[in-house]
């Protein structure tokens, strides 16, 4: 077809690609004296009506999109040739390669590259997916990412090309479920038919691995449907559980946005020196069970104390003395003068067994944060009795999870105090409190309002492990 000219306007200069009933072909426009990239779908022997349907679907697409690194629709006409028929899906040429031909010439990519190429082309899902309805793309891949000639310091300028597989959320709620997409690069949920913005954040993470590995993601090993990439790729822990994140098996567990995979990729960037530990302890006591249905830590009890043991002796002396002003007061003061006196006791009452439940819950009580499917619930258990603090939340409400390093901050009356380090699980506007016990205080003892936990790796370990459960990055104060 070199040399044809198509629709008395389009001269064809150089076959890019070709495929069972389609051609990518370089044109000059004879009207602007311009390169411009054209699709051709032909009527052979092997056309399919859906392939029509997905090609004027993304020439549609296409036509509606205006953004600086997705190519512009130009033109789309019917194509009557003696020997080919079809139609013809006309868009501006970027003169770039494609990151799967930067690949083939083993091209490596720094981790600092494949920051900048994710953040670009987050920036673009984020566009995309920010329409009304949102437009999937579908089919990321290294061979569908043009990258341009490197400038500066910049790896390159990355466009994002090639909608033929485009689907927006409304078609997919209203009409029929077509499987397209590339091996290696499709979530568990693309197979089924469906897609959301979510499945493109994990074709962008598959192709990121490639990248890093050079390894088809199709070809790295597999456990419990996960790409197990981290041994080959050799990158930071943040980017890695990053990737992690982007690739997660589980809708449910995977980042859901584009808008919230960028700002999980910020907020990875920290120093290896502020990266948590992910191993249990050695000693702890702390239970943790999970499944795929539900998590469930269980926090034992402080256990007794020299803080403990003054704490009950306080407790024991201060009761002692209400229970001898209060008897004296209905006995031996007049009536009714005497009932006056016996509710005089009653603050001193609360304030004793507020003692006395600290030190039995110090001793026998324990903690236990559960959430399911359904709900987050985080319950201080004493002598058969529970107690829920805060309410329970709905699992869907869970927005965020905070670690707060140890710090100073300043009391009510303007001293410097020490804060222990905790982590906040955000459900809407209830917060699930974790943190280390301080032995310096005896308020640090749980009153059915801190989680409280025996050393700073036990805290960040938990961390780790709620993170990786709930899909939430792990972010700082």
């Known amino acids: 077809m070199i040399g044809q000219v198509l629709s008395d306007r389009y001269e064809v200069r150089q076959l890019l690609g070709k495929k069972a009933?389609?051609?990518?072909?370089?044109?000059?426009?004879?009207?602007?004296?311009?390169?411009?990239?054209?699709?051709?779908?032909?009527?052979?022997?092997?056309?399919?009506?859906?392939?029509?349907?997905l090609f004027e679907r993304?020439?549609?697409?296409?036509?509606?999109?205006?953004?600086?690194?997705?190519?512009?629709?130009?033109?789309?006409?019917e194509v009557k040739l003696p020997t080919l028929k079809g139609f013809a899906l006309v868009q501006s040429y970027i003169p770039a390669q494609t990151l799967?031909?930067?690949?083939?010439?083993?091209?490596?990519?720094?981790?600092?590259?494949?920051?900048?190429?994710?953040?670009?082309?987050?920036?673009?899902?984020?566009?995309?997916?920010?329409?009304?309805?949102?437009?999937?793309?579908?089919?990321?891949?290294?061979?569908?990412?043009?990258?341009?000639?490197?400038?500066?310091?910049?790896?390159?300028?990355?466009?994002?090309?090639?909608?033929?597989?485009?689907?927006?959320?409304?078609a997919t709620e209203t009409g029929s479920k077509t499987v397209v997409g590339t091996y290696g690069y499709m979530p568990q949920e693309q197979f089924g038919g469906r897609t959301v913005t979510a499945s493109d954040l994990y074709s962008l993470g598959a192709t990121l691995i490639y990248l890093v590995t050079g390894t088809h993601p199709a070809d790295l090993p597999q456990k419990d449907f996960r790409i197990q990439f981290e041994q080959v790729a050799h990158l930071s822990p943040g980017l890695t559980r990053w990737l992690e994140w982007m690739i997660e098996p589980s809708l449910e567990r995977r980042l859901s946005s584009a808008t919230a995979a960028l700002k999980a990729l910020d907020e990875s960037e920290f120093p290896a020196t502020n990266v948590l530990s992910i191993g249990k302890p050695a000693g702890s006591k702390i239970q943790l069970t999970k499944n795929l249905d539900s998590l469930e830590i269980i926090i034992p009890p402080v256990g007794f104390n020299p803080l403990i043991g003054f704490l009950g002796l306080v407790a024991i002396g201060w009761n002692s003395?209400?229970?001898?002003?209060?008897?004296?007061?209905?006995?031996?003061?007049?009536?009714?003068?005497?009932?006056?006196?016996?509710?005089?006791?009653?603050?001193?009452?609360?304030?004793?067994?507020?003692?006395?439940?600290?030190?039995?819950?110090a001793l026998f009580g324990h903690i236990r944060l559960h959430i399911n499917q359904q709900q987050i619930t985080l319950s201080y258990d004493l002598l058969g009795f529970t107690f829920d603090r805060p309410d329970p939340s709905l699992r869907e409400n869970i927005s965020k999870l905070l670690y707060?390093?140890?710090?100073?901050?300043?009391?009510?009356?303007?001293?410097?105090?020490?804060?222990?380090?905790?982590?906040?699980?955000?459900?809407?506007?209830?917060?699930?409190?974790?943190?280390?016990?301080?032995?310096?205080?005896?308020?640090?003892?749980?009153?059915?309002?801190?989680?409280?936990?025996?050393?700073?790796?036990?805290?960040?370990?938990?961390?780790?492990?709620l993170s990786d459960w709930l899909g939430i990055p792990i972010q700082r104060e």
């Open 58 to 77: 993304e020439a549609q697409t296409l036509k509606s999109l205006s953004h600086p690194f997705i190519p512009q629709y130009l033109d789309y006409f």
């Open 404 to 465: 707060v390093p140890k710090h100073s901050a300043k009391n009510s009356e303007g001293s410097q105090i020490e804060v222990p380090a905790q982590l906040e699980i955000w459900a809407g506007v209830q917060k699930y409190q974790l943190c280390i016990k301080n032995n310096s205080t005896i308020t640090s003892i749980p009153f059915g309002i801190n989680g409280t936990i025996q050393s700073q790796a036990e805290l960040e370990w938990l961390a780790c492990e």
């Open 100 to 170: 799967e031909q930067y690949l083939q010439t083993a091209r490596t990519f720094t981790e600092a590259e494949i920051k900048e190429i994710a953040l670009a082309l987050l920036e673009i899902l984020i566009y995309l997916h920010g329409l009304h309805p949102p437009v999937i793309h579908r089919d990321i891949k290294p061979s569908n990412i043009l990258l341009g000639d490197r400038s500066g310091n910049s790896v390159g300028q990355l466009y994002l090309i090639d909608f033929g597989s485009v689907q927006t959320i409304l």
């Open 21 to 53: 009933g389609r051609w990518t072909l370089l044109a000059c426009d004879l009207k602007t004296q311009e390169l411009v990239v054209i699709k051709l779908l032909s009527f052979a022997s092997d056309f399919e009506w859906n392939s029509l349907k």
């Open 321 to 361: 003395f209400n229970l001898l002003w209060t008897v004296s007061a209905l006995f031996v003061v007049p009536f009714p003068a005497n009932i006056l006196f016996a509710l005089f006791s009653l603050p001193f009452w609360g304030i004793g067994c507020f003692m006395v439940y600290t030190v039995l819950f």
